[in-house]
């Protein structure tokens, strides 16, 4: 049985366009989409059985709104829904757990897909062992594919690049294949982004003052850049590279590397359990403040 593309919705614009977004993705993969909607039980909340009516009311109403949203742009994807009750952050990484992708919005009516910290959509990014794309709520089909020659949005252009953020310190399969999948669905160019810093003279020997040379030093990692993404080429022989180092603060680089492009993929390592769910000061950085799709992708 293939694992759906899941998209949580709350009937918020943002969830909207998650719902929209991954209606496509499900369409490229060829896989069902399932629509979750997760609400909260208040046992103890005074009038609670008529507070938990009026939640089921809206969710049914989120639901069928994105029903229709999806069904507009995806006439021909296989839907499911369901309403789900339970602790948010809990709920969504079960559905996370039997997902091929997940999506959230960028922002929601009960938080739960909000950029803040200590948002739901952040816990589930944190704690999740399967991929999660969260998108904005001005995400539109158009906004993946190039302009015409006219400069007008059209959906029948090809697809803008994809951006892998890789770190070469330490680049993880899980990541790079999913950026390499998600170009050759979109028959698009993968453009892969690593930033990475000079020593300070002050930290190097007397030896090794002749190897402060930024030039020497790009043409270096450019060159790893190419080794390590080699055999991925060799896998995916039509989907066209372009590899690209940058002597910056690895958020700063890729913020201006997403700019126009159809989807970004960064990694994200989990934690050991005795430090707690989180994110890295890259991957947060990234999904608070880049306006493309962000794609995170787990790693051990």
């Not at 049914?60 to 029903?67: G, I």
């Not at 803008?160 to 330490?170: E, G, S, W, Y």
């Not at 126009?260 to 994200?268: A, D, I, R, T």
């Amino acid at each position: 049985m293939l694992l759906p593309v899941v998209a949580g919705v709350d009937g918020s614009a943002e969830s909207l366009a998650a719902a929209a977004w991954a209606a496509r993705e499900a369409v490229r993969r060829g896989r069902p989409l399932r629509l979750v909607h997760v609400w909260d039980w208040h046992p103890r909340q005074r009038d609670g059985e008529i507070a938990n009516a009026a939640q089921r009311h809206l969710g049914r109403r989120s639901l069928r709104q994105a029903e229709e949203r999806v069904r507009t742009e995806c006439p021909d994807v296989r839907l499911s829904d369901e309403q789900v009750e339970g602790p948010a952050v809990a709920t969504l990484l079960k559905a996370v757990d039997q997902a091929d992708v997940t999506v959230l919005g960028s922002r929601g009516l009960s938080g739960f897909t909000g950029f803040l910290v200590g948002s739901v959509a952040l816990g589930v990014v944190a704690e999740a062992t399967r991929p999660v794309v969260l998108v904005r709520a001005d995400e539109e089909a158009e906004d993946e594919h190039v302009p015409t020659g006219e400069g007008r949005a059209s959906t029948d252009t090809g697809y803008r690049d994809v951006v892998l953020a890789i770190d070469l310190d330490d680049p993880c399969d899980e990541v790079i294949e999913f950026a390499f999948e998600a170009a050759r669905l979109r028959h698009a160019r993968l453009r892969a982004v690593h930033a990475w810093h000079a020593p300070h003279p002050s930290g190097l020997g007397s030896g090794d003052i002749g190897l402060v040379n930024d030039v020497w030093q790009g043409e270096e990692w450019l060159g790893f850049l190419k080794a390590v993404l080699q055999v991925w080429r060799d896998k995916y022989p039509d989907v066209e590279v372009l590899e690209t180092v940058v002597e910056d603060k690895a958020s700063t680089a890729l913020l201006r590397a997403s700019t126009g492009v159809s989807l970004l993929v960064v990694g994200h390592r989990l934690a050991e359990r005795s430090l707690g769910p989180r994110t890295g000061p890259v991957t947060h950085s990234v999904i608070h403040h880049v306006r493309c799709p962000v794609a995170v992708v787990p790693h051990a």
